[in-house]
């Protein structure tokens, strides 16, 4: 069993919805939490970073952590065309610089106009 | 802004050459990476380091090696390129507060 697991889609969404992903985890230590957004043939992009659990909201974008049900989400308002990529998850424990993150496969996003 | 960059976007080379991969960061972050990502394979560690002249082998270490003589830089080598390398390379480097950013990526082809 990976320690991330992540739906890969593709999933397709018109214009103006709202759009959830989601990333489940089996390491209880985890404690940072991120989602990256990645384009077609581009570096990924730090879109969100939470600590621990909770919600953090940013504009259209808000990120959940369920540290007891070890779920994550990322949750896209009024999804826009421009938001198709594909989005990654990522976590890692605490503890010393030698931790990794650790990704899940990504989900591939495409909001259709 | 954290900036991240990498020396080429895309690179084609032989079998049997050898290539050099470099990233430069400009925040002073001790922690850098490199990763190769493959499609179905998600994002795979190469090395870390998190000192100047400090590596540390990642999962998939095997056919690469590392150079960081300067805290900005961080140089990915492949000693004698495979087919089997062929890949979109990624640099990133991470903040105390565990932050990664990621540079924009090198794609390449081995023939």
């Known amino acids: 069993q990976k320690e991330v697991e992540q739906d890969p889609g593709p999933l397709s969404v018109p214009e103006g919805a709202i759009v959830s992903l989601n990333c489940t985890y089996s390491?209880?230590?985890?404690?940072?939490f991120m989602w990256y957004r990645q384009y077609s043939r581009k570096g990924p992009e730090l879109l969100m970073y939470?600590?621990?659990?909770g919600n953090k909201e940013d504009g259209r974008f808000t990120a959940q952590v369920d540290k007891s049900s070890k779920y994550i989400s990322l949750f896209i308002r009024d999804s826009q065309p421009s938001d198709s990529a594909t989005y990654l998850c990522?976590?890692?424990?605490?503890?010393?610089?030698?931790?990794?993150?650790?990704f899940g496969t990504g989900t591939l996003l495409a909001v259709q106009p | 802004d954290v900036k991240v960059t990498q020396s080429s976007r895309y690179l084609v080379k032989r079998t049997g050459e050898k290539v050099f991969l470099e990233c430069v960061q400009d925040?002073?972050?001790?922690?850098m990476f490199w990763y190769r990502q493959d499609p179905g394979l998600g994002l795979r560690l190469i090395y870390f380091?998190?000192?100047?002249?400090?590596?540390e082998k990642g999962d998939i270490p095997e056919g690469y090696s590392v150079s960081r003589e300067k805290k900005e830089r961080f140089s990915l080598i492949l000693e004698s390129a495979s087919t089997n390398q062929t890949s979109m390379y990624l640099c990133?480097?991470?903040?105390?507060?565990?932050?990664?950013?990621f540079g924009p990526g090198t794609r390449l082809t081995v023939l």
């Open positions: 990133a480097s991470k903040t105390q507060t565990n932050e990664q950013f």
């Open positions: 390491n209880s230590a985890f404690q940072y």
């Open positions: 939470t600590y621990s659990s």
């Open positions: 990522a976590m890692r424990s605490s503890g010393g610089a030698t931790n990794k993150l650790i």
């Open positions: 925040m002073d972050h001790e922690n």
């Open positions: 380091s998190y000192d100047v002249k400090m590596k």
